[in-house]
Each structure stands twice: as C-alpha cells, then as structure tokens.
T-cell receptor, first 115, second 116 residues
Framework: AQTVTQSQPEMSVQEAETVTLSCTYD???????LFWYKQPPSRQMILVIR??????QNATENRFSVNFQKAAKSFSLKISDSQLGDAAMYFC????????????FGAGTRLTVKP | EAQVTQNPRYLITVTGKKLTVTCSQN?????MSWYRQDPGLGLRQIYY???????DKGDVPEGYKVSRKEKRNFPLILESPSPNQTSLYFC???????????????FGAGSRLTVL
C-alpha cells in the first residue's frame, strides 16, 4: 500500500519569511497525483496545491509552490512571505490513477506563524 | 454553491446507541468517501463508493456501515458506537475520472463525534 510520510510534526516561521514543509511517499505506480491540504482551526480541509506526477514542472499557486522530485519520491511545500492566516495543519496526500482511487494522507505538520 | 454537506457537525452519544452521519454533495460526483481524523494519524479512509450501489471498505471499516442508494448521498452508520470511535469524521467527493477537478477531493466541514 502506498504510504505518505511527513517527518515534521510541527514547524514555525516568522511572518513574511519562507518555510518549507517536507513530504515523502512510497509507491510503485507511475501515474498519480500529489496534494497539499490546509486545515485551519475551523477544521475545514482546503486544497492548497496539486501536482500531477507526469508533469515535470513544479506547481505554483501564488505564495505556495512545490518541489516535486519524482525519483526521490519527495514532494515539499514552500510557503513564501508567510502570513498569520497560513497558520494551520498541513497534510500531504497521494492519490493514484485508477484502482479504488483512494487518497492517502500523511500525519500532518502543524505550522505556527509568529508575528 | 458546490459543496459537500455533512450533519451533524457535533454529536455526543453513549456506547451502543446507533447513529447516522449524513453526507450529501451537489456536484454530481461519482466518487464519495468517508475518513476519520485522529491526532498523529492523519486521515484514514473508512469506506468509499465509486458510484450508486458500489461501495467498498477502506483501511479502518470495523464498526461502520455505509450505503449509496442515490448518487448525491453517502451516509455513515455506526450501529453500536464505542469510545474508540470518538473522532473527527470527514465526508469527501470527487469526479471519478477525467475533466477539470478530477482526483481533487472536496471535503465536508467535518463531524466531531464523541462516544461516552
């Protein structure tokens, strides 16, 4: 079964600085998708960014970007110009193409933003 | 507004009292799934459904039942809740294949369940 590992249970960053959250995954599949979801105190799961494995170009959404290293099975999230509203739990997730198409989640990284 | 709606948002119950958490989506998605979230474990899949009348077990199905009689609804049933089912539950949906948004799960707001 595919597994997703987030090795940093907690991270902190100073407002306006940059922080990188790490994620590794294990799979034997070639077609899959990777995601970062944000969970603020409201508990809502919010999609931050998505990466298709067949795309070499790293995905970017405003201040959020990823470093996707397919061979290393690594998928880190970089948050630039951190804002107080970025404080949340962040989950890395993997979803393969086909099969039962279930999404696998890491244990999460709690990000604190210091003013 | 495209959304996944689950109810109740909060529930405190006692061991053995049957309960149902409802889930409904208005996006005509084929795929629906239930997850539970526990500290340090992330989200784990309980059951999923790829279409009407098609359901299957996820990683932690014990103590739960589901049904998919209509495309939009996917209720989670706890026949005899126990304290180890105290958790935060999420319903989610997505298109099954292809198109914009495929493979992106849209989540409900979560249901906090406490079993005493």
């Amino acid at each position: 079964a595919q597994t997703v590992t987030q090795s940093q249970p907690e991270m902190s960053v100073q407002e306006a600085e940059t922080v990188t959250l790490s994620c590794t995954y294990d799979t034997s599949e070639s077609d899959y998708y990777l995601f970062w979801y944000k969970q603020p105190p409201s508990r809502q799961m919010i999609l931050v960014i998505r990466q298709e494995a067949y795309k070499q170009q790293n995905a970017t959404e405003n201040r959020f970007s990823v470093n996707f290293q397919k061979a290393a099975k690594s998928f880190s999230l970089k948050i630039s110009d951190s804002q107080l509203g970025d404080a949340a739990m962040y989950f890395c997730a993997y979803r393969r193409e086909g099969g039962n198409n279930d999404m696998r989640f890491g244990a999460g990284t709690r990000l604190t933003v210091k003013p | 507004e495209a959304q996944v709606t689950q109810n109740p948002r909060y529930l405190i119950t006692v061991t053995g009292k049957k309960l149902t958490v409802t889930c409904s989506q208005n996006m005509n998605h084929e795929y629906m799934s239930w997850y539970r979230q526990d500290p340090g474990l992330g989200l784990r899949q309980i059951y999923y459904s790829m279409n009407v009348e098609v359901t299957d077990k996820g990683d932690v199905p014990e103590g739960y039942k589901v049904s998919r009689k209509e495309k939009r609804n996917f209720p989670l049933i706890l026949e005899s809740p126990s304290p180890n089912q105290t958790s935060l539950y999420f319903c989610a949906s997505s298109p099954w294949r292809g198109g914009i948004g495929a493979n992106v799960l849209t989540f409900g707001a979560g249901s906090r369940l406490t079993v005493l």
